[in-house]
């Protein structure tokens, strides 16, 4: 439905130079604006009622939430202090050695996390189910399995599925 509209030229001088004439064509127009002809000043003052009693509604109770942490049971986990032993790098090797080679990405990864991070995994894995449940783990967890565990969480990190069992 096609409304009729009224095309009529304005001389943009005679409205700036009457603002009042504006009005009087939004009148004619049958616009559905509703202007307050009456409201000519420019400064808003809030009404401050309003304000206080939005505060008063949004104050936080005054009686804090007891904290769980005290009702949660201590861990019989002791912590001791052990040197640090770092790997020994050869001065001799300036890292340049390699560095055009192209690495498959586990070539990359392998970089980072060597055997001896996932045979670590794998003993501390073990100790961890002892220590839960007073029994050792059989059988015995392998580096391998622990590989395997990291590339899962790799593929499902990477590939967002919607079930487990599509991976």
Known sequence: MAKNRDTRKVNLDELTANPDKIYELIDECGSDFEIESDYDDD???PNIADEESDEE???EEENPEPS???N???VGIKWTKDSFASK??????NG???INDVLSPFGYFSRYLDDDFFE????LTSQYYLQETGMEIKPDI???EIKQFFGMHAVMGCFKFPRIHLY
Not at 88 to 93: A, F, L
Not at 120 to 123: R, S, T
Request: glycine share 4%; proline share 7%; hydrophobic share 20%.
């Open 43 to 45: 400064y808003f003052e």
């Open 57 to 59: 509604n949004n104050i």
């Open 68 to 70: 769980t942490s005290k």
């Open 72 to 74: 949660v049971p201590s």
């Open 88 to 93: 020994n790098i050869s001065e001799e090797s």
């Open 96 to 98: 340049t050695d390699d």
């Open 120 to 123: 670590m995994g794998a003993k």
């Open 142 to 144: 392998s580096p391998e």
